[in-house]
C-alpha cells in the first residue's frame, strides 16, 4: 500500500522538488526489496552487486516519474515497480552473463520459457523460427547458452534419481564428479564445451538404446520419420502408404506403430536421460 497521493504524483511530474524527495522516500523500500532478491538469485553476489542494482532502481525511479499517465496512485507504483526490476534485470544479466549482450541474455530466457526450462532444448528454440524476429543463428544460441550455463551449476547437487554407487546405490554427487567419472577429465578441468559434447554423446546413446527397446515395427516407423539409417525417411502420413508398402504392412498398422511407439520411446527415453 502506498502513502502517495494524486496531488503528490503530479506536482513530481512537473517536477516539483518536494513532491519527487516524496516519490523517492515512498518508493526506497521497494528499490532495497527488488536489488535484495536479484542480488541474491545471481550466480555471484554480495554487497557490491546489491548496491549496483539499488542505484540503478533509483535511477529507474527518477526516470519514471514523468513518463506515468495512469489514474491512481496503485497503479503508479505498479509501474515503477515494473521498470526498477526490468532495469535491474538488464544489470544483472550484463554481470551474470558474460560473453553476450542484455538483449541476447532476455531473448534467451525467452527461448527457455518455450523449452520448459530446458538450456539444451532452449539453444534449439533459439535458433528457431519460433523466436520470431528474435530468432538467432545456430552459433548465438550456443554462446547464449554457455553464458547462461556458466559452469556454476557443475557443483548443483544431484537429485536423489541421479544418484550412483555407493553401498545403498545412492551415493551423492554434483553434476562435476558425475562428469568426471563418465568421461576422465578431472572435475577442475571442465569446459563447458566438454559439457555440451559429452550430452550429445549421450543423448545419442541413449536415443539407440531406447529406439532398440521398441518392437521391430515401432523401431522402423521412428527411424523412417528422422531417416535414422539404415532406414530412408518418410514423412509421416503423405509417406505412410509406401512406408506400408515398404514394411509390408498395413497403413493402420503403421499408424498405430508410431503412436505407440512415440509413446513407449518418450517413457523410456525420460526415464534414461534424467541427469543430462
Known amino acids: 500500500m502506498t502513502h502517495l497521493t494524486h496531488t503528490q504524483i503530479a506536482a513530481a511530474k512537473s517536477n516539483d522538488l518536494e513532491a519527487v524527495s516524496s516519490v523517492i522516500r515512498e518508493t526506497e523500500s521497494l528499490v532495497s526489496a ?10 555471484e553476489n554480495g554487497n557490491t552487486l546489491a548496491e549496483d542494482l539499488t542505484q540503478t532502481g533509483r535511477i529507474a525511479v527518477w526516470q519514471c516519474i514523468s513518463k506515468f499517465d495512469g489514474d491512481t ?10 521498470h526498477v526490476s526490468a532495469a535491474m534485470l538488464d ?3 550484463a554481470e551474470t552473463r558474460p560473453g553476450v549482450t542484455a538483449r541476447a541474455a532476455k531473448d534467451f530466457e525467452a527461448a527457455l520459457v518455450l523449452a520448459s ?3 539444451y532444448e532452449a539453444e534449439r528454440f533459439a535458433a528457431s523460427d519460433a523466436m520470431g524476429d528474435r530468432k538467432m543463428t545456430p552459433e548465438h544460441a550456443y554462446s547464449a547458452r554457455l553464458s547462461w550455463h556458466g559452469l556454476d551449476y557443475l557443483d548443483r547437487q544431484l537429485s536423489p534419481d541421479e544418484f550412483e554407487g ?38 545419442r546413446d541413449q536415443v539407440h538404446k531406447t529406439l532398440g527397446a521398441l518392437s521391430e ?3 522402423h516407423v521412428l527411424k523412417a ?7 530412408a525417411i518418410y ?11 515398404d514394411m509390408g504392412a498395413t497403413r493402420y498398422q503403421v499408424q498405430q506403430a508410431r503412436t505407440k511407439g512415440s509413446k513407449r520411446f518418450a517413457e523410456l527415453y525420460r526415464a534414461g536421460a534424467r541427469a543430462w
Open 217 to 219: 515395427r515401432q523401431r
Open 73 to 82: 496512485p496503485q497503479a503508479f507504483m505498479a509501474y515503477i515497480d515494473r
Open 91 to 93: 544489470v544483472l544479466r
Open 235 to 245: 514423412q509421416p502420413g503423405a509417406d505412410d502408404d509406401e512406408l506400408a508398402a
Open 225 to 231: 520419420g528422422f531417416g535414422i539409417a539404415p532406414v
Open 117 to 119: 526450462g530446458d538450456p
Open 166 to 203: 555407493g553401498e545403498d546405490g545412492r551415493e551423492p554427487m554434483t553434476l562435476a564428479q558425475k562428469f568426471e567419472r563418465e568421461t576422465g577429465i578431472p572435475a577442475e578441468l571442465i569446459t563447458a564445451a566438454d559439457i555440451a559434447s559429452h550430452r550429445r554423446t549421450v543423448v
Open 34 to 43: 527488488r536489488a535484495r532478491h536479484y542480488a541474491g538469485s545471481a550466480m
